[in-house]
């Protein structure tokens, strides 16, 4: 299979498993979480003590300290007794029951153990795992493929994967081969193509984005640079108290001029944006071309996901939780 066609089958496969996961949204409503439709309507009566969003058709839920599984219709299908576990990705989930990891199927059937401290979800075939105080990657049959020597490591996205060796970090393929040699001070993971990177010290290091090659594509110039998302990165002009937010394309262009107290990557076309500060902030949503499209008025937001955003308005105690459409518009709320 061509390094294209691999690609290709990697991005449906996640776009499947992204729109199953957004079929459905946690709700708590007399302490008992459930779910509700995109449309506001209960669909799986909130009768668990603690469940999470839906990941590759499957809901984590948990009872007293035990977790376990459920399926979109509500059935209970991996039962609540695993001490940890993590999301279903490409069909399974790592769970741990007593001081044994292994990975199980969507029925719960145990596929493998793996002699490991900790386990994590498949992504692109492959599973970081961490020995003693070095982590590698196994395949889908249990066998480590890249050996566990990284001083840390984090999930293969878009064909690369960022590792650390001592305090340098580069990107490795999928036979551990270093692409782009372990020269960063600190790097994170590929999005839409780019990854952005810091050059210099924490306190007075600038960042800038490099491509696959390991070349720069977007010098060292700003003073945070996070990842990019619909095709926009977001970027902050000053320090983390004081700075403002704004956003660039990929030609390192600002697009939308650093102005907000504190923002958020866009998603489905949406960046939720901030005034102020404390207990006086507000959240609201721009569009890719800087417009308030839902106005300052949360003091919770979320990103949008599949045409809906979890929010809350006023405080944590007597505020009001829910969610809102696209327009602004709460489809379903609870009153504290």
Known sequence: ????????????????EFLEAQNLYPVSIDRKDGFIDKSGEIVIQPTFQKAYPFRNGMARIKVGAKSGFIDESGKVVVPTKYDKVTDYSEGLAAVKKGAKWMYIDKKGKKLFDIECNFAFGFKEGLARVQVGSFLGYVDKSGAIVIQPKYHGAYDFKEGLARVRINNKWGFIDAKGNFVIPPTFDLVWDFNEGLANFRQGSDANGKWGFINKDGDVSIE??????????????LIRKGDFKTGKYGFINKQGAVVVKPQFDGAYNFHEGMANVAEGHG????????????????NNQFSFPSDFRNGLAKVRVGSFLTGVDGYVDQQGNFIWKRQK
């Open 1 to 16: 299979m061509s390094r294209l066609a691999s690609f290709t089958l990697i991005c449906l496969v996640f776009a499947v």
């Open 220 to 233: 060292a110039k700003f003073d945070k640079a996070f990842y990019f998302s619909d095709g926009r990165a």
């Open 279 to 294: 207990k006086r902030r507000k959240w609201g949503y721009i569009n890719k071309s800087g417009k308030i499209v839902i």
